[in-house]
């Protein structure tokens, strides 16, 4: 249907308007144009040689193969000028989804399209898609996974299972968290339906993600395994400064790190800030209680049951910090905003009977307006003001000088976070890792820094090392200004040798 296209378009619009605005902004999209840069490298395949050009803690590509791949096809430059619009295109795949699922299960199209702007503006997802993320695309095939299997389990038809099957196999080639949260999706759901489809669909999967790489998978595995082993080595340190360590009483200056810390904090309440449409799982087993003649489906139930999994389990993993080594706890609740706006939507209009429809439509503009503040202020702050994690005209001056000089430098980040970076757009080596059983071999530099930069240069013959000082001032690492070697605004290069 046509009219099923118009709030995905809206959608990728107001997603994506931020970065029109502002073009170099991410961290981890650096490590992402590298890693499909290697692929496009290799004639559209995993490298499978060891990578230690600039990497000076070398190691073997081991990322998810099928995002790196589709992107390796579009040409480095574009890829460049087009890769913040890019999470927001899996995710117009995602709520055109929404407006079937509800259609299959209410048969309504004004449901449906209801659904698809409960979807549009949940302010988690425009905090996700606001940078060159392979989120979306997991996240997708996690929907085109699991909902196929809930619905095969009360009406079994084979192209259910087989649906959820090829996309199932598809998570683990294409995102490491979106397989982990299907994991225990599909845990969950076998003990609550009593069925071992879930499980067995989940290692059926596994089973043909090996084969189809010829056991590339499991280089991924172990990258997963090791990634979550780092985490558990350095479990105080998660947000940590790398310079100060654990500052107690420090005032986050980062705008994203004073919302982590504000859901940790208030978690119980503070999720539903992000997803406020996954109090529909609380609603759809409370309502009856109270309204005589309401009542949902089993179906409906079931997934009512996945959010209050996924809400409670991210609730525990952000209040537990032994359990932060599996994920940030408020990103479970990422994989709820497809069933959560669909199961909002069909609330909603059951509640006709029940509410006058002038309280019950002016509550849902009240709260969708509401998203829309909430969406606009974390585009303002966490991306359009940005200074940490966005490419400004000092890195390019510093990086230009670095370019120029006739010999290859060897440099260590401070922040860390600029790594990947440097990398990119400079012939530098720079001290990070390729891999993740590299992380294990960096913990000198990061989380944080165990030996003076004195102590860096020598172990790993360093020649500079490229500062911040809006992150750290010179004088706790020890640096005179004498050393400084070129400097713009708030980026130093700092001469080690």
């Known amino acids: 249907m046509i009219i099923s296209i118009l709030i995905p378009l809206l959608s990728l619009l107001l997603q994506s308007y931020p970065r029109l605005l502002k073009r170099s902004f991410g961290v981890d999209v650096w490590t992402r144009l590298l890693e499909v840069d290697a692929v ?29 791949i589709l992107l390796s096809f579009i040409p480095k430059n574009m890829l460049y000028k087009i890769e913040g619009f890019i999470a927001p295109i899996f995710d117009f795949i995602q709520i055109w989804i929404v407006f079937f699922v509800t259609y299959y299960l209410t048969q309504d199209l004004a449901m449906s399209l209801l659904a698809q702007l409960f979807y549009a503006v949940t302010p988690m997802i425009a905090l996700e898609n606001s940078y060159l993320t392979p989120r979306s695309l997991g996240y997708l095939n996690f929907t085109l996974a699991i909902l196929p299997l809930v619905f095969y389990h009360f009406n079994p038809m084979w192209q259910f299972l087989i649906l959820g099957l090829v996309f199932s196999t598809l998570i683990f080639l294409t995102h490491r968290f979106a397989t982990q949260s299907f994991l225990f999706a599909s845990i969950f759901l076998t003990f609550y339906l009593h069925t071992p489809v879930f499980m067995v669909v989940f290692l059926a999967a596994l089973v043909l993600a090996i084969v189809f790489t010829r056991g590339y998978y499991l280089r991924v595995l172990k990258g997963h395994l090791s ?15 790398q310079i100060r360590g654990i500052t107690k009483f420090e005032k986050k200056s980062d705008w994203v790190a004073q919302i982590y810390q504000f859901l940790q904090v208030f978690s119980p309440v503070a999720v539903f800030g992000l997803n406020p449409w996954a109090l529909s799982g609380f609603a759809i087993f409370i309502l009856p209680h109270f309204m005589v003649g309401l009542s949902f489906p089993p179906i409906l139930q079931a997934l009512a049951a996945l959010i209050l999994f996924f809400y409670f389990f991210g609730v525990i993993v952000l209040k537990i910090k032994y359990l932060m080594p599996i994920g940030e706890g408020q990103r479970y609740m990422e994989m709820t905003t497809v069933p959560s706006s669909v199961l909002s939507a069909i609330i909603l209009f059951s509640l006709q009977n029940y509410v006058p429809n002038i309280v019950l439509w002016v509550g849902v503009a009240f709260a969708v307006i509401a998203c829309l503040v909430v969406i606009v202020m974390i585009q303002v702050n966490g991306v359009l003001k940005d200074k940490n994690r966005s490419l400004s005209n000092d890195l390019h001056a510093t990086f230009n000088y670095i370019n120029a000089q006739p010999k290859i430098l060897r440099i260590v980040c401070i922040p860390h976070q600029n790594t990947t970076v440097t990398i990119f757009h400079t012939s530098a080596q720079v001290l990070v890792n390729v891999d993740n059983p590299g992380l294990l071999k960096i913990m000198d530099v990061y989380p944080i820094l165990k030996l003076t930069l004195h102590q860096l240069q020598k172990k790993y013959n360093l020649t500079h090392a490229l500062v911040r000082t809006s992150f750290v001032e010179l004088s706790e690492l020890r640096v005179k200004r004498s050393q400084i070697e070129f400097e713009s605004g708030d980026v130093k290069l700092i001469r080690l040798q």
Do not use: T
Request: overall charge positive.
């Open 227 to 241: 990634n979550i082993y780092f985490w558990v080595q350095n479990l105080d340190y998660r947000f940590a400064h």
């Open 40 to 68: 496009r490298q290799n004639h559209h395949r995993i490298p499978k040689k060891l990578i230690n050009n600039q990497f000076i803690i070398g190691g073997y590509f081991d990322y998810p193969p099928i995002f790196p």
